[in-house]
């Protein structure tokens, strides 16, 4: 069963409108990451937060921002889509340090019409 | 910074066949954490296996395995016995042990044909 948890799973909107992209993670982790995916392609990292109150850029430029205000919750907003926002986006957290890996959400599909 | 580089965008297999994924990486770090991630259509990503690069013995999990070397900066991934469930987009990654941020590859699509 996931632990992390990503909503809506598909999402259709029309140019102009504000989203928000929810993620959440029951397993306490303080790394949180948002990633930008065309189906099959690689994955660029777009936002990260390594705590509550922490938000930084990744190395793809992006028009949304996050928020970090609980541990457990790391929303992406996107202001005004628009077409080209149309792409995957996947959650992900990880604990801090060692050998461990990234829990994935399911990710959201948007398509910005 | 950390690169990571999948040579094969794509590889074929035949089901019950033995297929091998390439990656290699570069770093000038000694301490650091390797992973394979599978993604399956339209599907979750999740963690196949890992490495540590202080321990010279390669990862098993089942019918997936590695081939760590070090001197190299080489880590393949062995899928034995391949099944139909098997057909994946799957990312190698980098893990720094001191930066701590996760690099991936661009990705290989194993098609397994039945």
């Known amino acids: 069963e996931a632990d992390i948890y990503q909503t809506p799973r598909y999402l259709v909107i029309g140019t102009g409108k504000k989203i928000t992209l929810e993620c959440s993670q029951t397993?306490?982790?303080?790394?949180m990451y948002w990633y930008q995916q065309d189906p099959g392609m690689e994955l660029h990292l777009i936002h990260y937060?390594?705590?509550?109150?922490?938000?930084e850029k990744g190395d793809l430029s992006s028009e949304s921002t996050v928020s970090r205000i609980r541990t457990e919750h790391f929303p992406l907003t996107l202001e005004s889509a628009r077409p080209s926002h149309t792409s995957q986006y996947l959650c992900?957290?990880?604990?801090?340090?060692?050998?461990?890996?990234?829990?994935f959400g399911s990710g959201t599909r948007l398509t910005v019409v | 910074a950390q690169t990571v580089t999948q040579s094969q965008p794509e590889m074929s297999v035949q089901e019950a066949e033995t297929v091998t994924l390439s990656c290699t990486y570069d770093?000038?770090?000694?301490?650091?954490?390797l992973f394979w991630y599978k993604q399956p259509p339209s599907r979750q990503m999740i963690l196949v296996i890992r490495?540590?690069?202080?321990?010279?013995q390669n990862a098993t999990e089942n019918r997936f395995s590695v081939n760590f070397q070090k001197a190299a900066k080489s880590f393949s991934l062995k899928i034995s016995d391949s099944q139909l469930g098997d057909a994946a987009m799957y990312f190698c990654a980098y893990r720094s042990a001191t930066v701590d941020d996760m690099r991936f590859g661009a990705g290989t699509r194993l098609t397994v044909k039945p």
């Open positions: 397993m306490g982790h303080d790394k």
């Open positions: 770093t000038s770090e000694s301490d650091y954490y």
């Open positions: 937060s390594y705590g509550v109150n922490s938000t």
């Open positions: 992900a957290s990880s604990k801090y340090g060692g050998p461990y890996g990234y829990t």
């Open positions: 490495q540590e690069a202080y321990k010279q």
